[in-house]
């Protein structure tokens, strides 16, 4: 049922899906549909095998048609429209499989092999995606001279991008505090403290007029996945109703 459901509803949203961004954004919203759909299977204690390997079939073949639209408007040097997509994607998987980590800690034999599955198959699509921010940068600015004001332009978007995701996520913890709880508030805030500490970084290597802005903005793009990720970890304690450790440390989400 599952799958005919599935299969019959998608076909229509696919058929109805006209232009490259419509497509672009329904793939977006199948791929975190489907994990959000494991993530509940696993709340609930009904994930097995059979529903997993359907939804990681379905999860992956989306995910790669996200993968192959970024590469495409990376070849079309539509940088800036590729690198917004790249980091909300990367912010999406890594905060689902943050949640499947905090999931996985109260299950045992089978359930946690096959959620641990699910784990590897989202960090295989993380590695795909992850780094893309340099490389458009790099490309959009191959051409231009090391004192070229485009660069530190290029830079300043990356900049500007990372301070916006943190005003969205102090804006939506300030919207939803009674509902998210003091803990979760306090690390939700710690997160913010690191990625602002990342950008101010970022920041210093553009005040020092340093020639090689490639430190500044991986450190932006870095900063800009963590706070999108923050928000993404709100949206799912609150479509769950469960706890969730909210504090992302960055050598576990690898």
Do not use: C, W
């Not at 497509?23 to 009904?46: C, F, I």
């Amino acid at each position: 049922l599952y799958a005919v459901k599935t299969g019959f509803n998608e076909k229509i949203l696919r058929v109805l899906a006209f232009s490259d961004k419509a497509k672009t954004e329904l793939n977006l919203h199948l791929a975190d549909l489907r994990l959000q759909e494991a993530e509940k299977l696993s709340v609930n204690g009904r994930i097995n095998k059979s529903n997993k390997d359907k939804i990681s079939e379905n999860f992956s073949a989306t995910a790669d048609m996200v993968a192959e639209t970024i590469g495409k408007l990376s070849n079309e040097k539509k940088f800036d429209e590729a690198q917004k997509i790249s980091s909300d994607f990367e912010a999406s998987l890594k905060a689902h499989s943050h949640v499947l980590k905090s999931i996985k800690k109260n299950k045992t034999g089978e359930s946690e092999e096959i959620i641990n599955d699910l784990i590897n198959k989202i960090e295989g699509k993380v590695e795909r995606v992850s780094g893309f921010g340099e490389k458009f940068f790099d490309s959009a600015i191959m051409h231009l001279q090391p004192k070229d004001l485009g660069r530190e332009n290029a830079a300043e978007k990356r900049l500007q991008a990372a301070k916006n995701s943190v005003e969205d996520v102090k804006n939506l913890i300030e919207e939803q505090k009674d509902q998210i709880g003091a803990e979760a508030v306090l690390q939700l805030q710690d997160n913010l403290d690191n990625v602002e500490k990342k950008i101010a970084e970022g920041q210093s290597i553009i005040d020092s007029n340093e020639e090689d802005l490639g430190g500044a903005v991986s450190l932006f793009n870095h900063a800009d996945v963590m706070a999108k990720q923050s928000r993404k970890l709100i949206k799912i304690k609150e479509r769950l109703g469960i706890k969730i450790n909210m504090e992302i440390n960055e050598e576990d989400d690898k």
